[in-house]
């Protein structure tokens, strides 16, 4: 039975830990907890647990699930992250150089534990970000899947110990907006929304039109009209 291995200082990438949610490239596929995980090369002790782990997972394999034969050329999902991608031969991304590249998973109804650096649950998901660096729990396993013979890669958990900067188009409030004068007068011209324009005084010698002699007599009349009733007693007749 394959056997969990953890492996200490190493970054995280697309990290997928508190929703399942289908793979990237397969929109419609079985949602999954997933992270990808970079070690780097010069992390020599989690590159050795790594080939030990997949060393165990190729004999587990070949008796238990490829019939007692060992395929001659399995699928296995740790890459060279200065080398193309298996998929389709393009680059890596940058924060894939010099480190040694693989993706671990699990199925939604066995979540990965997410813990601190005292082995506390991190509840907060703004915490858990594609660029920390942790501690992970992962288990190399054999599969047989369509056709396809190799070695996968199940996580178990993460350890979150230090924060870095932020892997992909991360824009902050900074990065979109610099500060604005408040005395721009570009900004304090205009009325607040939602609230009418002050009056705007005309030219010098100027004076705003007054109604002609029949509007003010419109306007006298509207007003009587408009004059409240008076008592009348309480009889209703007006």
Same mark, same amino acid.
């Given at each position: ?69 060992r395929p001659p050329q399995p699928a ?102 610099? *500060?604005?004068?408040?005395?721009? !007068?570009?900004? &304090? ?5 939602? %609230?009418? /324009? #002050?009056? =705007?005084?005309? *030219?010098?010698?100027?004076?705003? !039109?007054?109604? &002609? ?5 419109? %306007?006298? /009349? #509207?007003? =009587? ?14």
């Open positions: 039975m394959p056997k969990a291995i953890t492996l200490e200082g190493v970054r995280l990438s697309y990290v997928n830990l508190f929703q399942p949610k289908p793979p990237f490239n397969n929109p419609m596929g079985e949602p999954r907890f997933s992270v990808t995980v970079l070690v780097p090369k010069t992390n020599t002790a989690a590159k050795a647990l790594i080939d030990q782990a997949i060393q165990a997972a190729l004999e587990e394999g070949v008796s238990s699930k490829w019939n007692g034969v296995i999902s740790v890459h060279d992250g200065d080398g193309p991608r298996p998929s389709d031969g393009s680059a890596f991304g940058p924060e894939c150089q010099g480190m040694w590249v693989f993706t671990a998973g699990c199925k939604a109804d066995r979540p990965p534990f997410v813990v601190d650096g005292q082995v506390q649950p991190i509840l907060d998901p703004t915490q858990i970000y594609s660029g920390m660096w942790g501690n992970i729990s992962v288990t190399f396993f054999p599969y047989s899947n369509a056709g396809k013979k190799g070695v996968g890669v199940g996580l178990n958990g993460v350890q979150k110990i230090r924060d870095d900067a932020p892997l992909g188009n991360t824009v902050t409030a900074q990065d979109a907006f610099k *500060p604005v004068a408040t005395q721009d !007068p570009a900004l &304090s011209a205009g009325p607040a929304y939602g %609230q009418p /324009a #002050a009056p =705007q005084p005309g *030219p010098t010698g100027w004076a705003p !039109p007054q109604p &002609s002699p029949t509007a003010q007599a419109y %306007q006298q /009349a #509207a007003q =009587q009209y408009a004059s409240p009733i008076p008592n009348d007693g309480g009889w209703g007749v007006y």
